[in-house]
Each structure stands twice: as C-alpha cells, then as structure tokens.
C-alpha cells in the first residue's frame, strides 16, 4: 500500500465519521439485495441456472486457450481487429494508438471495470485525450473526480443533493435541484452532444462468445449503443474471463446477471454486436494483466469465473458500512477483496481481512464462487508470505505460544481478569482499536477451569 492510501479499516473509520450516510449506504444497498432476492424467488430453477453458469465457466477456466484462439479466429473472420495485451500498460498503448491512428483527440466510453482496473482514463488524459464517461453514474463520478464506488451503481455513494450540487457546477444546473428527472435531462442533453461529436467509443464486453466471435455489452441506459454505433471506430475492452463456449450459453447468463444485480428480469439492452457496420472499425482488446497468474492459483481461479454483478457487495455487511473508497481497488467488496490481493498482494493484504466470513456473498453469488472460502485462504496465503502486520503477526505468535501450553494459559487468564479488574484502563483505551467498537464484559470472579474443579471437590 503507498503511503497515500489508507487501509482498509481506516479509510472505513473515516467513511463512518458520517452516521446518517452510513445508515443511508447501507440500507439502500439492502434493498437492492431484497429486490433481487423477490426477483430470484420468481425463478424455480434459479439453483440449476446457477449450477450451470458455474459448470459452463469451470469449461471455460479449464478451455481457456483454445476458446481463447477460437474466439480471436471468429472475430476476425468478421472484420473485427483482435488485439492482446499482457498488463494494463499495454491494454492503454494499444487504445492510445487507436485513438490517434483515427486522428481523434476525444473518445466516449461505455463502463468498463477493466478500464477503471488499468487506469485508462488517466493515462488518456495525460496523452492529450479528452474522455468522456457516457454511463451516468460514471459520468458523475467523473465530474467529481472520484473513482466509482460500485461497480454497477458507481455514484451510489452519492445523495441526490451531492448529485444535484456536481451538476451545478458541471453542468450549469439550478442551484438546489434535486429532482431526478431534471437532473437525467441535463445529464442526457450534455451527453447526446458527446455522442454526436465523438469518432470513438469503447465499450465494456460482458460476454464474448468463442463459437461466433462476437460479444454483448449490457447497460441500462443505452449508453454503449449510443456511442458504438455513432462512432467511425468501436474498441471494446475485455479481460479474458469474459469468454463462453456458444451463444445458447448467453440465456443462463443474462438471466442471472441482471436479476442479481438490480432485480430487474433483464438488463434494458444487451445488445451484440458481430462486426463492424459498413465504413466502421471495430477493435478488440482483449486483457491479460495478472488474470493467467489467478488461473493458475487452485484455490482462486474461480475467482475468474465473476460476471460483475455486485450481487456479494450488495449483500456484505462491511461493504454496505465502510462504502466502494475503503477498498482502494478498481473492483470493490468481496470479489475485489479477492482479486486485489493477486495483482499486488503487499497494496492489497488488507482487504482479505475486511470480511466476517459469513458466507453471504458466495450464498447469492450466480456462479457459486466460493468467495468467503477465499478470503479465508487468502489471509493465510498473505500471512505466510509475510504481507500481514507486524503487530498481528507478533500477537498471533504469542497467542500460539499460550494456547500450546496449559499453565500458561491459566497463568494468561488470572493476569487477564485482574486487568480487567484492577486496572480496565489498560484495554479499555481509545488506543485499542478492537476496544473503540465494544464493552468489555465483567471479568469472571474464577476461571471455568477453576470453577469445575472447585465443583467436583464439592
Ligand atoms: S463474485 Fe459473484 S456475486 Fe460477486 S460480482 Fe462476481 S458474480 Fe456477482
């Protein structure tokens, strides 16, 4: 981690310094997770759906070369220039060069995770290129200079006030509006005007199919198709899990992956796209950046089997409470706590740690990743490799030293009771972090061991 980010429990200890929006946060996160949970009991096979999106992807993480050399040869049976990048550097050079061979200095851009993962838009601005975020959450975060703080619903941190205060001052907007629909028709007109104007837009992909060489790219807001097809050259970013076998594989995706995010039946367009369109170009890049050393992690490439449907965020109950920032990762919550750790596990070793290991995200997950399983394994995969902190590492081993030896134990409890007696002050002080967020209970007069020995003799 630099020295700039903070981990994750401080960056959540500054998130919950605001109670209300806390509260806010969390419950409006849960109700995303109770709408999908009304939309699922809708669908009696909702649990073979599932079975089968995990089987079709554990083909696919097996498969991956030759679906991989398949795919890239349909797509270019089509028209469509396949490109491949090894890392995130690579993935922005090929978009930059793009860029300039279309003689364009401005692009519009569809949500893409992976960019956001690469840090696109950054490296684009620094190089001259005006990008715009065509997604409205996105959009917003933009204007603000933030990152999204969710990876379907970006802005979510946001309250219509902060939303209706950006606006003002990006968009020139009413002072105080906070209506939604005034709010969207402004966001709407600006961004019709970047759609008009621009010669490039990229797009995300959610599937790309290895039988046809074509892919699908969902948004709510027709944003992508907007940009696509207006556009002289269409890019679309994928990393390479995005891939299923055949086209007959979309049905049991599409109908996981919008009633787990939203509770919506369907995303509002899913829209495919093959080949280019007369006069157009179309590119593909399609990005390793660390995803060939998670497959060949056992116990995390499944991992790679995600289809980013935020369901395990909305879901967690240290997400909904320390907010998308507190991760400091493209990919926030559960899931992004266990690809973290894999691009960068010395930045990344304390988010495995932010969980309770309830096992609600991998319960509502579609495509049954073990997730709280590998947040567990990868605490102890990060403790090994020496990435934990000094002080758990130095309490955990003094901890092992008592726990293996009874006297010690005993003598560890009789000192414990009587701080707790005689001078509480020494745990329950604003240095002790576990200490800020409980009571301490009343020490117990006797051990339990002591009481049940004292029992007998009676
Ligand atoms: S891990 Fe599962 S629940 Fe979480 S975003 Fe990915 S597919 Fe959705």
Redesign the pocket.
Known sequence: MNSLTLDHADAATEFNKNEAKVDWHDETLWFVRTKRDRAVALVPEWEQLREAASQIKNHVLSNMHDLLVQFEANAIRNGITVHWAADGDEHNAIIHKLIQQAGATQMVKSKSMLTEECHLNKFLIEHGIDVIDSDLGERIVQMRGEPPSH?VMPAIHLTKAEVGETFHQHLGTDKGATDPQYLTEAARQHLRDTFLTRKVALTGVNFAIAETGGFVVCTNEGNADMGAHLADVHIAAMGFEKLIPRAEHLGVYLRLLAR?ATGQPITTFSSHFHRPRPGQEMHIVIVDNGRSRQLGRPDFRN?L?????????NTCPVYRRSGGFSYHSAVA???GSILAPNLDMRKNADLPFASTLCGS?SN????K?D?HDQLYKWRQVLMKEGYGPNSKTVAMKAMATVLESPRLYRMAGKVGRGVLRFAPIAVENRLNPWYNQREMPEPPAESFHDWYINRKKE
Do not use: L, Y
């Open positions: 990876i787990s991992s089997k995600c289809i980013r449907c935020a369901a395990c965020m919550g559960p899931i995200c509502v997950c579609p495509v990743i997730i």
